[in-house]
């Protein structure tokens, strides 16, 4: 499976990008200039040689031609960017972790985009996309040390139970991270605008904090995170024929640095 990641250059996309190729996904690091795309990738593969990280480079329009699109960029170019590459993004799934953040002196404030978060507007820019909320609350830089394990919970959010499913098979490839189906896309608002409590930790503790979550049981997370009538969790592409139906929440059962 290849995994596109629009805006890709940055701290968020490729510690993302570092991470999906160590445990296995073919990974295309997009930007607004393949080249900058290539210098990135040129040092993430300098940087793990041990890893034989399978990463390429685009234009985020090259990236966007993956199986799955994650959306990396600032919160405020997002919805721009997947509209400018709509026609790519129909019938996939495309993760947004972006969050809407500003800092006003020392304190970290969450901001509220159009329709309440950045995946809903990204939702809405591309409707015939499955955007699924997620990695928000996870630190780049951890996430980019391959040297470590990175222990973290992964808040999901979608719509589209197989955006849900496809993107917590994805997570789960990753040892020590769990996926944990936390509804519909309206949840993104929340979970996104928590980031700002993690930021507000970080600076007070001088740490980077990730989010662990007690008292939900590992068996009982994988099983929620999978769509209505699945029967195995490995992570394939959905149907681009059209759109799966809105979750129904009764059977629905993620800066850092
Ligand atoms: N940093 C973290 O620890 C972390 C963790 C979880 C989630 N996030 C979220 O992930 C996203 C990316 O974080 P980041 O720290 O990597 O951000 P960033 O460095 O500010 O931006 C990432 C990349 O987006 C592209 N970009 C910048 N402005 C753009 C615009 N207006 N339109 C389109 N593309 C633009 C740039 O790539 P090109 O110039 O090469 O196109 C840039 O390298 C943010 O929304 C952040 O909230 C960050």
Same mark, same amino acid.
């Given at each position: 499976?290849?995994?596109? =990641?629009?805006?890709?250059?940055? *701290?968020?996309?490729?510690?993302?990008?570092?991470?999906?190729?160590?445990?296995?996904?073919?990974?295309?690091?997009? !930007?607004?200039?393949?080249?900058?795309?290539?210098?990135?990738?040129?040092?993430?593969?300098?940087?793990?040689?041990?890893?034989?990280?399978?990463?390429? @480079?685009?234009? +985020?329009?090259?990236?966007?031609?993956?199986?799955?699109?994650?959306? @990396?960029?600032?919160?405020?170019? @997002?919805?721009?960017?997947?509209?400018?590459?709509?026609?790519?993004?129909?019938?996939?799934?495309?993760?947004?972790?972006? +969050?809407?953040?500003?800092?006003?002196?020392?304190?970290?404030? $969450?901001?509220?985009?159009?329709?309440?978060?950045?995946?809903?507007?990204?939702?809405? @820019?591309? *409707?015939?996309?499955?955007?699924?909320?997620?990695?928000?609350?996870?630190?780049?830089?951890?996430?980019?040390?391959?040297?470590? $394990?990175?222990?973290?919970?992964?808040? =999901?959010? !979608?719509? %589209?139970? !197989?955006?849900?499913?496809?993107?917590?098979?994805?997570?789960?490839?990753? $040892? +020590?991270?769990?996926?944990? +189906?936390?509804?519909?896309?309206?949840?993104?608002?929340?979970?996104?605008?928590?980031?700002?409590?993690?930021?507000?930790?970080?600076?007070?503790?001088?740490?980077?904090?990730?989010?662990?979550?007690?008292? =939900?049981?590992?068996?009982?997370?994988?099983?929620?995170?999978?769509? $209505?009538?699945?029967?195995?969790?490995?992570?394939? *592409? *959905?149907?681009?024929?059209?759109?799966?139906?809105?979750?129904?929440?009764? !059977?629905?059962?993620? %800066?850092?640095?």
């Amino acid at each position: 499976m290849r995994i596109g =990641i629009l805006g890709g250059t940055g *701290p968020a996309g490729r510690a993302l990008a570092a991470r999906l190729a160590a445990v296995g996904f073919e990974v295309v690091v997009g !930007s607004r200039s393949k080249y900058r795309a290539m210098e990135i990738v040129d040092t993430l593969l300098g940087h793990w040689p041990e890893h034989q990280l399978t990463i390429g @480079a685009a234009e +985020n329009s090259g990236a966007a031609d993956s199986d799955i699109v994650v959306i @990396a960029t600032p919160w405020d170019g @997002a919805t721009q960017t997947a509209a400018s590459v709509e026609d790519k993004l129909r019938g996939k799934v495309v993760v947004s972790m972006a +969050n809407a953040l500003t800092r006003l002196g020392k304190e970290f404030q $969450p901001l509220v985009p159009p329709r309440g978060s950045v995946a809903a507007s990204v939702q809405a @820019a591309v *409707p015939q996309c499955m955007v699924a909320a997620a990695l928000h609350h996870v630190p780049a830089r951890e996430l980019g040390d391959l040297s470590h $394990p990175i222990e973290s919970d992964v808040l =999901i959010c !979608s719509d %589209h139970p !197989s955006a849900i499913q496809v993107t917590s098979d994805i997570v789960d490839k990753i $040892p +020590n991270m769990r996926p944990l +189906n936390a509804g519909e896309l309206a949840m993104a608002t929340p979970i996104e605008s928590f980031t700002a409590v993690l930021m507000q930790l970080n600076t007070h503790y001088k740490t980077r904090v990730a989010l662990k979550f007690t008292g =939900i049981r590992d068996a009982e997370a994988a099983r929620t995170t999978q769509a $209505p009538g699945a029967v195995r969790r490995d992570a394939h *592409p *959905p149907s681009r024929d059209g759109v799966d139906p809105p979750t129904d929440s009764s !059977s629905t059962s993620e %800066h850092p640095a």
